[in-house]
């Protein structure tokens, strides 16, 4: 990730634009031939990191807009959005795709925003408010990594550790003492549907006694944001732009999520433990008081600049496939965003297993090799006779980066993988005896004499 150049041709063409510059007054000002400065802004020059520091000082250029500002999310987003099997015939490469963001970054953004509003199955025009979406694709924008709730949190968890070596302990003193909220456990008879209430009359945090001690440390911690984090969750929110309120609401939710997350898991410390253990989650689990899911989701959020992490995505299915939790981070998978799942990928099978570890090599049919692990996790609440519910989350590291983990050593990351689709209707292998659907925008060929592995045969373009 340190070699990789920047392009941000738009973000400085807008820097220009909105400072009402030409780019020859912009290039004099930044001590650079306009020449160049029309290169960058083409695309065809990467931004130095001499240059970041002109623009840093002579615009109060904030480095972190470029994460935040990219078309469609950047090229990686749009190529997830391209993924979805509409798009199958096209068959647009990278280079074309390098191509329309430096030439037209705003028809880029603006295919990326009709994309989002138009429903699955939904008609060109009809537009489906998905807060889910809206607020899935914000949180893609920042990379997943949000660096001023992680520099508060990690401050914060500095200042309780040196009250307490316990954090639920320090946290719940902190909010008795600062915020004259105390704490307390109620049993599940009285709170049944309910594992956090917040009863302002009684000045309370009230809990259930069927969270474990992990889900207990991150509800205080939640709190704590809610009254410690409030500016920086609203200047984020406000920057957002919502249209609709619920996808604002679901939005603020993950970022108080974010910061507790980040008081029990600071991004240093939190990264030096996953560099000195191989990224072992269970041993980070232990060292950190948090659960399986909360540690796979902090790794896929360690982009902070001059201290990044291995580029992890997380997703979280239930028995039916359907994905509840998807975060890309900065891995670009595809594997995270589609919408659908291959049966030969085992985050399926985690559920045979629970609680095990399941580790798997698996190759795209773009010649993306991906490491990916995964475990069954059950919700909180859960108490005898109720509806069990079971999740199984799936974890993803690019195979150049994964000789980093722990799990990979003995593994021969070059060697062979399952090959893996998209899911049936997006995936254009012919020869898989899995599948269940032909592929979008591919003709059945029917053969009254022959019967090949699968129960579909396709033709080409």
Known sequence: MADRKLFAGHA????RRQSGLTQAAMAESLAISPSYLNLVEKNQRPLSASLLVKLAESFDFDPRALAAGEPGGGEAALRRRLADPMFADLEIDRNELEEWL?????????FARAYDRIGAGGAPGMVVHDPVSEVRREIERWRGHFADLDALAESLADELRLGAGDLYGAIAERLRVKHQLTIRVLPVDVM????RRLDLHARQLQ????LDMASRTFAVG???????????IEALARGAGFADRAAERLFRRHLASYFAAAVMMPYARFLRACEATGYDIELLQRRFGAGFEQVAHRLTTLQRVGGRGLPFFMVRIDRAGQASKRFSGASGAALAEA???????RLHQAFDRPGALVVQLVELEDGGRWLTLARTVSPQGRRYGAVPAEFAVGLGVDAAHAGALAVARGLDLKGEATPVGLGCRACMRSHCPQRSLPPIGRALVMEE????LSAFTFGGD
């Open 339 to 345: 919408e659908g799942r291959c049966p030969l990928w």
């Open 207 to 210: 809990l259930s006694e069927t």
């Open 102 to 110: 430096a030439g037209a970054p705003g028809s880029a953004e603006a």
């Open 449 to 452: 004499r022959e019967r090949g």
């Open 222 to 232: 939640y709190q704590l944001a809610q009254i410690e984090a409030r500016s920086e």
């Open 12 to 15: 400085i063409r807008r820097l």
């Open 192 to 195: 049944p549907d309910l594992l």
